[in-house]
């Protein structure tokens, strides 16, 4: 496949994948192969999803241990609110950060079908910015001290804290949340994960760079300071299309799906999807953005591509590095 790259994408740019859990073992060692491709990429991070109330706890943890194990590279642990008590969420994420994970994206996450907003069974955390406090605080009483002596007074100590850095990820829905009255009410919400200590946030999906884009500008003029990744899901097949425009509520994109369908090749139609996700990757980092967050589906060849489109896996982009300007100040001390 032919793919035309962007002069604006020929400098360094970070960029992250997510994938989730795998569901047997046969699915846990293809996705192993999976992470090792992703990573010797050079990712900032890869993310791996957590299920609903803890149903994918055990599987998404050995993702995060593999990563951290077999990698450079960071990966970052998805937590969600609904269903979990303080004491819950207090256990899990102590879990991941004695496990050695420093990178999260907290979620509120959604009831499950049938579950309305008022029962109980949405648990104790009612949204993703009281998850992101809590997640600094549990880090925070895990900071270990260090005693040493005063010269010139041996009866003296001093007492030397170091505190290790987080990185805290929250969602942003450029074309609004579905259960919110409009995106300027999604603005006011990431304005308060901001203020709880969130450092970074990742879009839901999108079709259209102008979504983004606007969506950016709005943010920015409100006061939203962090990075805000553009989520790409190349979409490669008339099925993944439906399926995710039903998670997600965004309006169907015609164009993107009169050629799927059209299409009668499985290869043909991810040469349509990843074209797609090509081209809307160039005009986000033409128009600023400061960086590629993609969606996997648990398989590299085609965000390999992608990447590969838009000229951001030149060698430049083989070592991934936290510190690179578009996410400086990103990481900070937990308060």
Known sequence: MTQATDPACTTRVPFSFELYPPRS??????????????????????????????????????????????????????????????????RLIRE?????????????????????????????????????????????????????????????????TEREKVRIAVAAFPNGHPSSRSTSQDIDTLLAKQAAGANLAV????????????????????????????????V???????????????????????QLEVEPTDEGQREIGTLHAVRLGNELLAGGAPGLHLYAFNQHETVLSVLEGCGVLGAQNRTPTLSHPAFANTVKESV
Do not use: W
């Open 25 to 90: 073992d046969a699915a846990a060692s293809a996705l192993h192969a999976t992470i090792d491709r992703l990573a010797a990429a050079g990712p900032e991070f890869i993310s791996v999803t957590y299920g609903a109330n803890g149903s994918s706890r055990g599987s998404s943890l050995e993702v995060l241990k593999y990563i951290l194990a077999a990698t450079a590279v960071e990966p970052m642990a998805h937590l969600t609110c609904v269903g979990s008590s303080h004491t819950e969420a207090n």
């Open 236 to 258: 490669t097949s008339p099925t993944r299309l439906r399926r995710i425009l039903e998670l997600s509520g965004e309006e169907l994109p015609s164009e993107l799906s009169i």
């Open 96 to 160: 991941f950060l004695d496990a050695g994970i420093r990178n999260f994206l907290a979620i509120r996450g959604d009831p499950p079908a049938g579950v309305l907003e008022t029962e109980p069974f949405l648990g104790d955390l009612k949204s993703a910015g009281e998850l992101v406090q809590l997640i600094h605080r549990v880090q925070a009483e895990r900071v270990p001290y260090q005693e040493s002596v005063i010269p010139g007074l041996p009866q003296a100590r001093s007492v030397k």
């Open 203 to 234: 879009t839901q999906l999108f079709f259209h760079a102008d979504h983004y884009l606007s969506f950016i500008q709005r943010a920015r003029e409100a006061g939203v300071e962090f990075p805000i990744l553009p989520g790409i899901m190349p």
